[in-house]
């Protein structure tokens, strides 16, 4: 009897449960006033709340929005014990779905909602939402806004669901028209909240078609009676603001600093806008501890890249140890907003999130580039324009004054004046006018007119004066030394030995002077015959004669002497170093000796140059003449070559400086000259091989050097060949080289460099 009364009292207490649970989750939503609302900003439109416990927590939640109004999916794994189910906001009543696998749980869906399109989702595990708890979407079909907040949820308890709706469907035709006409007087009363999102391309559209400062008045009247949270719409309107006085400003502008101030205010970016570098979602939780600076932003949505927000205060220092009153800091000012905020306890009130200056970037005034390069032309006009008219007021003043100083001070006050020439023109003519021999040497130095030269000369009272004057002209050329000496010879005790030695290093001194001509050339006349020369004696093949050396210029004279033929001789040597051939030369000899006739001209040539000794013509010589040459092409001469251990030295500098780019300067230790093109031109200058007499050397440096590889192959020589190939090629035809040296060195410059150094 006791058993069936504890079942009875087991059963209805089973049943009290089941059904305190089916309430709760088939809660009514109820209409709820502006300032129930628990996470949604205040508004003009109809706001709903409900709240409700889900038995077991779902593994996806998803908003729908339809054509018959907006639903909640919960979607319920199938090994748990309760059943999915579908939430629909607009009746307030849960449908139960039958089916316990996701996929056939979404196309069940479609039995209740009228062409449904997600809105967002929650989902367990990981998930690039960073707030996974809740979902604010907004419905452009149904003109509503919604939030659906979880709390609790932890495995096997309750889940807690908040929903809370704003209808703005009424409102939105209304607002929608006095947009798009830009009327504010279908207006009546005040729309807050998140109006402004479904009215959006109206908006930018309203934007777009400000052309002028009354139509952007008629659109602040109208934006006047919507509050946007996100401070986008106030900042463009600042921004337009902005640009359409700009441009005020730069039709009538006349000046060149009202310009700059315009060019100035589009790099000064809007008081308090920035732009979203990139997305974030912000919380009002999260902050750095070092002292990092926020701002304030009057929205709590996910802010995009691109948007643009607007701080509600300055930089906000978040710091440690300080009480909060009224939700942030007051410890100083009265601004709270601009209060400093407490890492400790840091609360901001729900419609406000802080944002790091570092994912925004200031936003400036927009002017198109068609605009921003008439700016810089209109700019670059108005300073010419400027320029021209100083440079011509000041040139008539220095006109004015017609003096040194006046004419002076315009060539150094405007270096780039378009009076440049007339001034210089005013300043010589004021410098003449002084009549002084300063005067005329600095009017020489601007005209470079020798008639102000002579002019301070013939105004030059002492000798003083006459020399400073003397060492005030430039001789760069001999054919100014007619002038010049004429005036020196005027000068009694100048020291005319200096001018002496700078007149024979003057540019075209002696050009085309002989000892023939030398009486009636100017250089004679004003230089040289004042100046004793030294006498040398010279030969050259069978002339003889003198060299007068006068300091830096030397005159020589030549006159055939008298040779009779005397023998034969041969000569047996080398031509070339590594690839070096035998060589045989005849030479045909003569006995010289000075001609009795030759020395009498001689000695008359040298009359006029002064006193030369007859004696120092008493020459006898001996003149070579080389009559022929034979060669013989013969590889193995090379085996015994005598060259190879004469020029070793040279051998092994080619080695070393065309072993590397970095060590080339040793190519200039090579006494041969050949030689040393050969190593310059395997290294730092190409074109030196160029300069190779030899045929085969110049082969070997441009197929050595990489210019033309496939010219190792027209060298004779076969060790030269080979080692062409060896340093252009394959380093493997070096083995092929018979002589030691040139073994060591092609495997110097194509392997290793310390090869180099086993020549001998």
Not at 251 to 274: R, W
Not at 536 to 562: E, H, M, V, W
Request: net charge positive.
């Amino acid at each position: 009897m006791k058993t069936a009364r504890f079942k009875i009292y087991v059963n209805r207490l089973l049943i009290i449960s089941l059904f305190a649970f089916i309430s709760a989750c088939n809660s009514t939503p109820t209409k709820t006033s502006e300032s129930n609302l628990k996470y949604l900003a205040p508004v003009s439109g109809e706001a709903f709340s409900s709240d409700f416990r889900v038995q077991q927590v779902a593994s996806e939640i998803e908003v729908y929005e339809g054509d018959n109004g907006l639903f909640i999916a919960f979607m319920i794994s199938r090994y748990g014990t309760a059943s999915p189910f579908l939430f629909s906001i607009k009746e307030g009543k849960r449908i139960s779905l039958k089916s316990k696998y996701p996929k056939e749980q979404k196309e069940e869906l479609k039995k209740y909602i009228q062409n449904p399109h997600s809105l967002g989702h929650l989902k367990e595990g990981p998930s690039q939402n960073k707030q996974r708890d809740q979902i604010h979407a907004f419905s452009q079909k149904n003109g509503e806004e919604l939030f659906v907040k979880l709390k609790g949820g932890s495995k096997g308890t309750s889940q807690k669901v908040f929903i809370e709706t704003v209808d703005f469907s009424k409102e939105i035709p209304l607002v929608r028209k006095a947009v798009e006409q830009n009327n504010p007087s279908l207006l009546k009363k005040t729309y807050s909240g998140s109006i402004e999102k479904f009215i959006e391309l109206e908006i930018a559209q309203n934007l777009k078609q400000i052309q002028s400062l009354e139509a952007l008045e008629a659109s602040k009247k109208v934006f006047a009676h919507l509050t946007p949270q996100s401070g986008n719409l106030q900042c463009r309107l600042m921004q337009i603001e902005t640009q359409l006085k700009l441009q005020q400003q730069f039709k009538k502008a006349t000046t060149v600093q009202e310009l700059a101030t315009i060019k100035k205010t589009l790099n000064s970016p809007i008081p308090k806008c920035y732009i979203v570098k990139r997305n974030t979602v912000y919380q009002t939780s999260r902050y750095e501890r070092n002292r990092r600076k926020y701002f304030a932003v009057k929205t709590r949505e996910t802010l995009p890249k691109g948007d643009i927000i607007k701080a509600e205060s300055d930089k906000v220092e978040i710091l440690r140890g300080k009480k909060t009153q009224n939700n942030w800091i007051a410890t100083e000012g009265n601004n709270q907003l601009g209060q400093k905020l407490t890492y400790s306890s840091l609360r901001l009130p729900k419609e406000f999130q802080l944002v790091d200056p570092w994912d925004v970037k200031p936003l400036k005034p927009y002017w198109p580039k068609s605009q921003h390069l008439a700016l810089e032309s209109q700019i670059k006009n108005y300073k010419n324009r400027d320029f021209k008219l100083a440079d011509q007021q000041s040139f008539d003043q220095a006109i004015r004054k017609n003096s040194v100083a006046s004419y002076q001070a315009y060539l150094d006050n405007n270096p780039k004046g378009r009076f440049q020439d007339k001034a210089t023109k005013g300043l010589v003519e004021s410098y003449r006018r002084l009549n002084t021999p300063e005067g005329f040497i600095k009017a020489f130095k601007l005209s470079k007119d020798d008639q102000d030269f002579k002019s301070a000369f013939a105004h030059s009272q002492t000798d003083e004066q006459k020399a400073f004057v003397l060492k005030a002209y430039p001789l760069k050329h001999a054919s100014q030394i007619p002038m010049f000496f004429e005036l020196l010879q005027k000068c009694a005790s100048c020291d005319k030995s200096d001018f002496y030695k700078k007149a024979q290093s003057l540019a075209g001194f002696g050009h085309g002077l002989t000892a023939d001509n030398i009486e009636h050339s100017y250089e004679y006349k004003y230089v040289l015959k004042h100046l004793t020369p030294k006498f040398y004696a010279i030969k050259d093949g069978q002339n003889y004669g003198f060299r007068a050396n006068y300091g830096s210029y030397t005159l020589t004279a030549f006159q055939p002497g008298n040779c009779r033929y005397s023998h034969e001789e041969r000569e047996e040597g080398w031509q070339g170093i590594i690839f070096a051939r035998r060589v045989e030369r005849f030479y045909k000899i003569y006995a010289c000796q000075s001609d009795p006739e030759s020395n009498q001209k001689l000695l008359a040539q040298s009359k006029a140059m002064g006193q030369m000794a007859s004696s120092l013509l008493n020459q006898t010589w001996k003149y070579s003449k080389l009559v022929a040459t034979f060669r013989i092409y013969d590889d193995s001469s090379t085996q015994n070559n005598p060259f190879s251990n004469l020029f070793s030295v040279d051998v092994k500098n080619l080695c070393l400086g065309a072993s590397g780019k970095s060590h080339w300067q040793m190519c200039y230790n090579i006494k041969d000259s050949d030689f040393k093109n050969v190593c310059v031109g395997m290294t730092e200058f190409p074109d030196s091989c160029y300069g190779v007499k030899d045929p085969d050397l110049k082969n070997f440096c441009l197929g050595a050097s990489g210019q033309y590889r496939d010219f190792c192959y027209s060298i004779k020589n076969s060790d030269l060949k080979e080692a062409c190939l060896g340093i252009s090629k394959n380093s493997s035809h070096c083995y092929g080289v018979k002589d030691n040296n040139l073994k060591s060195m092609c495997l110097g410059i194509s392997n290793n460099r310390n090869n180099c150094y086993n020549i001998r």
